[in-house]
């Protein structure tokens, strides 16, 4: 079986900085890039908060020049998806989707976080004829078209805010009465005059013949105002939240309730000696790429002493 110092599992801002740090520290190591390389962000447009680029930069263009950054310095990235891990016992076995193992003395888990659904069987349905949870991805096959955003944040707001400027109509569909979006996004989305918000209304099912026509709503669920209608949608986008890629951990390393990996405070060690977490699957709060980078350069430094203290 092959053997290494560190495995990281994941290829966004973290994965790709801790790589750029341990192989400039000489650390033998590889990364496993998994079903998305790049991650999240080659799921958006322009990335104006990541510092060092005055007019902003495309988020796949970004995430190309990581991979090629750590690339260029040495690093073993890799095609591939880890299936499992054994956490017993040291090193630790680590299972790709093609049944290969690697043995690793430590790791770092980067593999941040994955659009939520409502839950909806309809969503399932609908899966690719209409629905989708990335308006950047997709917002093209909608132009001229009439379109709903699920959600309140910021995210929610971004992908109104993109679609607008392609579909004919944009409808929020928030579940409170406001957004809990940043002032910011707020203005944005209010700058817009195709977006229109459908306050305290839920989605409880879609319709349609061989592709989203509509979604079946309703206003001011479960109280005596309640009220059900129809409103014809040529496209449902799903916009609250993200759940944390951590089911192939199989509960050997301690998780919040959101499935959020609990690091030890002012550190990336997890529950499990050896085991580091850097990025979006250990940070509810933040969620941002600068700070994800920041987070895999400290999981690197982390995994270097650890291992220096073998
Ligand atoms: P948030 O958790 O901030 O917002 C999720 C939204 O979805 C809320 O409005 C929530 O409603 C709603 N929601 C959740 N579950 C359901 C459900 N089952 N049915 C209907 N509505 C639901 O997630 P975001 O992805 O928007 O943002 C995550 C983090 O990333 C935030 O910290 C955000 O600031 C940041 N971010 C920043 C951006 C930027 O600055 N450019 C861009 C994108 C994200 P409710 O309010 O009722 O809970």
Do not use: W
Request: proline share 3%.
């Amino acid at each position: 079986m092959e053997q290494t110092k560190c495995l990281i599992i994941g290829s966004g801002p973290a994965g790709y900085t801790a790589a750029i740090y341990l192989t400039r520290a000489g650390v033998n190591s590889i990364l496993i890039e998994g079903l998305q390389p790049g991650g999240q962000l080659t799921t958006t447009t322009v990335i104006e908060n990541f510092p060092g680029f005055p007019d902003g930069i495309d988020g796949n263009e970004l995430m190309d020049n990581m991979r090629a950054q750590a690339v260029n310095l040495g690093a073993d990235v890799r095609t591939g998806m880890v299936q499992s891990v054994n956490l017993t016992e040291r090193p630790f076995v680590v299972t790709l989707d093609d049944s290969t193992q690697i043995v690793a003395d430590s790791l770092i888990v980067a593999t941040g976080a994955t659009a939520k659904y409502l839950g909806l069987s309809d969503e399932t349905k609908y899966a690719g004829m209409g629905v989708s949870a990335c308006a950047t991805c997709d917002g093209f096959f909608y132009r001229k078209k009439v379109v709903a955003v699920v959600g309140g944040g910021d995210t929610a707001c971004e992908e109104a805010h993109y679609l607008s400027k392609l579909a004919a109509k944009v409808y929020m569909i928030v579940r409170k009465d406001y957004l809990r979006a940043s002032e910011a996004m707020r203005q944005r989305v209010a700058e817009r005059e195709n977006i229109e918000i459908l306050f305290n209304t839920n989605t409880v099912g879609l319709y349609g013949e061989g592709g989203v026509e509509g979604a079946h709503l309703v206003r001011h669920l479960g109280t005596p105002q309640e009220e059900r209608y129809d409103l014809p949608i040529d496209g449902f986008f799903l916009a609250i939240g993200h759940k944390p890629a951590t089911d192939f951990l199989g509960q050997q390393v301690e998780l919040d309730e959101g499935g959020y990996i609990v690091t030890r405070p002012g550190s990336t060690a997890t529950s499990v000696e050896g085991v580091f977490a850097a990025g979006d699957v250990a940070d509810p709060h933040y969620r941002q790429a600068i700070a994800a980078a920041g987070s895999g350069c400290r999981a690197a430094l982390d995994a270097e002493r650890f291992l220096a203290a073998q």
